[in-house]
């Protein structure tokens, strides 16, 4: 139905900023809301952030709120994270999914993950 490729994890110094990108194929990207996760080892995966399909309407964790920003181009199909003053505890897997509703059903569809380490 949707591939989502997910790309631009690494390393970074605290303080520092990395920009996560989330493209899928196989449909019509703005049909779908996007959103990011992450987990971090030995922990539940929590909500970081998400966008409705036009980009309109954005949401935001309290942990986050203010260092990260969620934006989407749907001419390439493409979502994205930039994450902004980075902090230890932000380090973790990083998934995007994207999502519709259709009647009663639900679609939900996911990244294979990237690792982001933030060093002190």
């Known amino acids: 139905q949707v591939q989502l490729v997910e790309s631009g994890g690494g390393l970074v110094q605290a303080g520092g900023s990395l920009r996560l990108s989330c493209a899928a194929s196989g449909r019509t990207f703005s049909n779908y809301a996007m959103g990011w996760f992450r987990q971090a080892p030995g922990k539940e995966r929590e909500f970081v952030a998400d966008?409705?399909?036009?980009?309109?309407?954005?949401n935001y964790a309290g942990s986050v709120k203010g260092r990260f920003t969620i934006s989407r181009d749907n001419a390439k199909n493409t979502g994205y994270l930039q994450m902004n003053s980075l902090k230890p505890e932000d380090k973790a897997i990083y998934y995007c999914e994207a999502n519709r509703r259709y009647g009663l059903d639900l679609y939900d569809y996911w990244s294979q993950g990237t690792q982001v380490t933030v060093s002190s």
């Open positions: 966008i409705s399909g036009y980009g309109g309407t954005t």
